[in-house]
């Protein structure tokens, strides 16, 4: 089994796929509402000027989520 990473920890460019969505109740409906799903690939395609939010680039569309709730997500690096 690959080893899983924070998702805040990918580099930009660096595509992954998600492992895990560790949030739960509100915050984890929103994330997998999202798209944030086990499965799909993800890559970083951007981050604000105090890295904080990260762009994520996921099936064609651009989304950016703050560092606290990425934190809740857990990527294998590809």
């Known amino acids: 089994m690959t080893e899983t990473i924070c998702l805040r920890q990918l580099k930009e460019g660096q595509p992954a796929r998600i ?3 560790q949030a739960r109740g509100e915050l ?3 994330i997998r509402d999202m798209g944030l799903v086990p499965g799909a690939e ?3 395609v951007g981050r604000a000027p105090l890295r904080d939010p990260v762009a994520l680039r996921l099936k064609g569309f651009t989304l950016s989520l703050r560092n606290n709730e990425a934190d809740h997500i857990r990527v294998e690096p590809l």
Request: glycine share 12%; no cysteine; proline share 0%.
């Open 19 to 21: 492992a895990e969505v």
């Open 28 to 30: 984890g409906r929103r």
């Open 42 to 44: 993800i890559e970083v």
